[in-house]
């Protein structure tokens, strides 16, 4: 069955609404121009901050349609406005079965002869998210020493760390020294594509890496 599912509530196991209809917006980039007086073109600063080009917010809109009795509505629609009018959602389409979008919803509904209608729409974060996080589990050998490739998708992401020792990390240009525990450091970020991470520790050393990637 074509459903939608916000924060885990599915519209049709829920909700009886068959999901007639959906749109996903491709998020559009944040571009900077500056014109270059007396010159040919425009200065493009759009990557000049960050490295990056960043993107604005994207748009979703779904109907669905309710076929049940009229004394069914009012419950209805005060149940659905109650769960996401206003209010911010993680959201699942089922042609999408690896990724949610995360967004605030505005609900709409229509009486369509004997058919309830009823239509979202949300302003949603640009990236779609992985529903399960990427993790690494490493034990380090007798060498002291393991490097690692981390890929990720194209949100830049910071990674979270947990070690059961003393550990140095050596990523790019950047040396990081971490006691035991949890961390996640702002200035270890994952770009798109491979990443490669030594990790410096003593035998037996183990380490878990996971991060939530976000694709376009």
């Known amino acids: ?15 009886g609404m068959i999901c007639t209809s959906f749109n996903i917006e491709e998020p559009e980039p944040k571009e900077s121009y500056v014109d270059i007086p007396f010159g040919d073109g425009a200065l493009d600063l759009t990557e000049a901050l960050t490295g990056e080009v960043s993107y604005k917010n994207r748009s979703f809109e779904a109907t669905f349609a309710f076929g049940g009795p009229q004394s069914e509505w009012e419950p209805l629609k005060r149940k659905i406005r109650a769960h996401l009018h206003g209010k911010r959602r993680t ?13 605030r919803c505005r609900t709409s509904f229509e009486r369509d002869g004997m058919i309830l209608r009823l239509s979202v729409s949300a302003v949603c974060e640009p990236y779609l998210y992985k529903k399960i996080k990427t993790v690494y589990h490493i034990v380090i050998d007798e060498t002291g020493t393991q490097t690692i490739t981390l890929p990720n998708s194209r949100q830049r992401v910071v990674p979270v760390f947990t070690t059961s020792d003393a550990l140095n990390i050596e990523f ?45």
């Open 1 to 15: 069955m074509n459903q939608v599912t916000f924060d885990e509530v599915s519209s049709y196991s829920e909700w």
């Open 91 to 103: 959201i699942e389409v089922i042609e999408l079965p690896e990724h949610y979008l995360i967004g």
């Open 172 to 216: 790019q240009d950047t040396s990081l020294s971490l006691g035991v525990g949890e961390h996640q450091l702002t200035n270890l970020i994952l770009s798109e594509g491979d990443n490669v991470v030594t990790l410096v520790a003593a035998e037996g050393t183990t380490i878990k890496i996971e991060y939530r990637e976000g694709a376009l």
